[in-house]
């Protein structure tokens, strides 16, 4: 897909299809979002890009809508297609699956609280030099 013109883009979103998300259907997914945003007559709002890995792997598969910044975790194609209608077609976020959310920075969602592996928290693995 060639975008020439981003006027009018509303949302951006990233499709991780690195290694891991790829093994979780990670080309499933970006093609049922792709498709959802079409069907939807979304495409003059919406860009999507496809990613090498987030850092995230064990969310995969991985989905991050901008300018919201909410990251969203086990995508699988319906899911994505569930976040396509709710989050870009009518404007309210699938927070339940979102483990991140920009808030003037990325905060962990309630969801994302609850499944932050080992109790690790950003913040830990800013201050240890951590990537993900
Ligand atoms: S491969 Fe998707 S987050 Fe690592």
């Known amino acids: 897909m060639a975008t020439w013109d ?14 891991t998300c790829l093994r979780h ?16 007559g979304l495409d003059d709002a919406v860009h999507t890009t496809r ?12 989905m991050i809508v901008y300018p919201q910044g909410i990251w969203y975790r086990q995508m699988t194609p319906e899911r994505a297609k569930e976040v396509v209608r ?15 959310e920009y808030e003037g920075e990325l905060v962990l969602t309630p969801a994302g609280e609850r499944e932050a592996p080992s109790g ?7 201050a240890k030099g951590v990537k993900g």
């Not at 981003?6 to 690195?18: D, E, P």
């Not at 990613?51 to 991985?62: F, I, L």
């Open 6 to 19: 981003l006027r009018g883009m509303k949302h951006h979103v990233l499709i991780c299809n690195g290694g």
């Open 25 to 40: 259907g990670g080309d499933d997914v970006t093609t049922a979002v792709r498709e959802e945003i079409a069907r939807l």
């Open 51 to 62: 990613t090498r890995c987030n850092g995230r792997c064990q969310d995969a598969c991985v």
């Open 86 to 100: 709710a989050h870009l077609g009518e404007g309210v976020p699938m927070r339940e699956w979102a483990t991140y």
């Open 120 to 126: 690790k928290r950003k913040t830990e693995h800013a």
